[in-house]
Structure formats: structure tokens, C-alpha cells
């Protein structure tokens, strides 16, 4: 029996995404050129031109004529003062959302989470971590306590599937909500989730949300700062 192979212009496709997603290739970097990619890989030219043009029609990447291929700046935007399911902002953009679920687990509110929660200390709450993607990149790792008495089904959905935003505005819709925004530089552990170099600084997101007068969730938000912004527009 014959084992069918990758045609080799998908090979090329997979080693330059391996890059960009381990952040060996960072936006705005120049990719190696059509005859660079020939001598690497030993394929023609029509190969890695399709490669390198598929790339581009997905968003990868981004073609300057006369100057060379890029990698193409997936900084993501979010209105500072809303709250967005960060699936639908990321599909908004015709791209493709992924969630990867770190944890999530029934735990008790040490001092910290029940003083942030307005809950007693050692009340039951729900404790998830979240990677988020898009186009297969990190672009947020949500970090979230949920209240258990406003969500107490909350650590029985599949978060790969739903995001936490989808369920709790189904079980526990939004009447307030508080943002706290900062600029530092994360732990090593979420730095590395992220795929984010050493001194690259994160965007940190402090989010409560309110539902029937109690605090319903409180989630520490991290975006790496190359690759997300918040934007909006006020009127007086």
C-alpha cells in the first residue's frame, strides 16, 4: 500500500506557518524570495510561487512588488470600552478563530478572587484558561474566574467549541462591565503561550463584568503587543 505525501507546495506552506506561529518570522519581516525557496527545496519556481500566493490570499502573508514577500501584520483590534466575543471579532476580520483549553476546573476563592468577586473567601467558583488563535496564531490567553452560583454549569462546556463570552451572555447576560488596561511585561509561562520574544510587552485586559447586581466573571486578558490594539471611536 502506497502512503500518499503532502504535494510539496503544502510543504513549503507548513514551514514558513511553522515559523510565523513560533514567532521566528515576525510581522513586517521579509520571507526568503521565490529563488531562495527553489534552492531549499529543490521544487521549480511555479511551486513556490503558489505557495507564497496562496499565503497571501489567506492573510499570511503580503506581496510589495518590486521589494519582496512580508509577513503580513495580524494585530488584531478591539474597542477599548466594549465587550466583544473575541470569536466573532476575529471572524470579522475573514479569519479563522481557534480556542485551545488550558484549564478548567471547580476551585475556591483565595482573598484576592473573592475581595475582586465581592464573594466570602472559599466561596466555589470556576477557574478557566483559555489560548486563544487566530489563523492559528496566539492572540489572547484568557485567563477567567466565574462566580458558580451566577454559572454553575460553567465547567461542563466544551471552550474549544464556545467561548466562555457565548455562554455566559446565554446564562447570565451583561449589565456592567469594568476594563482596567495596561501595558507590562508577562509572566514567562504566558509569554511562551503566546509565542511572544523576551522583552516583548503584552497587553493586559483586567475585565469584570456584572449580571443581577453580583459579579458574574473577572478575567485577566493578555494580547502580545506586536500583534494587538485597541481602537475605538467616541462621541461627545
Partial sequence: MQTRTAPLYKK????????????????????????????????????????????????????????GTFVADLKAQSHPLEVHNIAEEIRARGHD???????????????????QMNIADGAPVFHSVILHKEQNIPIQLED?????????EYGDQDYSRITPYDYLMEIAPLQKAEHVVKAILPPDDIRRELHMTAREPALLIKRRTWTRGQVASSALLYHPGSRYELSGRFRP
Fill in 97 to 115: 478563530h481557534s480556542a485551545e483549553v488550558l484549564k478548567l476546573e471547580e476551585t475556591v476563592a483565595d482573598t484576592d478572587i473573592a475581595r
Fill in 12 to 67: 513549503i506552506k507548513a514551514h514558513i506557518l511553522e515559523r510565523i506561529a513560533s514567532g521566528e518570522w515576525q510581522p513586517a519581516q521579509r520571507v526568503p524570495s521565490e529563488n531562495e525557496l527553489v534552492r531549499e527545496f529543490n521544487v521549480s519556481r511555479m511551486t513556490t510561487n503558489r505557495a507564497l500566493r496562496e499565503l497571501t490570499d489567506e492573510g499570511y502573508l503580503e506581496r510589495i512588488a518590486g521589494v
Fill in 144 to 152: 477567567r474566574y466565574v462566580n458558580r452560583a451566577l454559572a454553575p
